[in-house]
C-alpha cells in the first residue's frame, strides 16, 4: 500500500499564486506515474498534470503554462505549483500515484481562487 499524505492549498485572489504538495509513504517502490487531479463542484474528477518516473510531463491544456509538476525523487513528494490561478480554477485537488498498476489517492485539498 502507498500512503499519500496531501498539504497546502487554500484561498488566493485571480492571479494568485499557490502551491500543493504530496508525500509518499509505504511501498512507495515501484511507483511509475505521480499526478495531480481535481474536481470542481457538480463536475467529474479531471487531470490537470502527471510526471512519470522518466520525468515525462503532462498539462491539461487549460494550465499549461500557468501550472507546474515537480517531483522530488529522495523525499518522495510531488508539488504542483499554480500561478495565474482563474475563478475556474477553484476545486478540490487530489495527489495521484499508481503502482503496478495500482491506483492510490490523497486526501483532497481544497484550492479556492476568489476575490
Known amino acids: 500500500q502507498v500512503q499519500l499524505v496531501q498539504s497546502g492549498g487554500g484561498l488566493a485572489q485571480p492571479g494568485g499564486s499557490l502551491s500543493v504538495s504530496c508525500a509518499a509513504s509505504?511501498?512507495?517502490?515501484?511507483?511509475?506515474?505521480w499526478g495531480w487531479y481535481r474536481q470542481a463542484p457538480g463536475k467529474q474528477r479531471e487531470v490537470v498534470a502527471t510526471?512519470?518516473?522518466?520525468?515525462?510531463?503532462n498539462y491539461a491544456d487549460s494550465v499549461k503554462g500557468r501550472f507546474t509538476i515537480s517531483r522530488d525523487n529522495a523525499k518522495n513528494t510531488v508539488d504542483l505549483r499554480m500561478n495565474s490561478l482563474k475563478p475556474e480554477d477553484t476545486a478540490v485537488y487530489y495527489c495521484?500515484?499508481?503502482?503496478?498498476?495500482?491506483?492510490?489517492w490523497g486526501q483532497g485539498t481544497q484550492v479556492t481562487v476568489s476575490s
Open positions: 510526471i512519470t518516473n522518466t520525468g515525462s510531463i
Open positions: 495521484n500515484v499508481v503502482r503496478f498498476l495500482n491506483s492510490f
Open positions: 509505504g511501498n512507495t517502490f515501484g511507483i511509475n506515474l
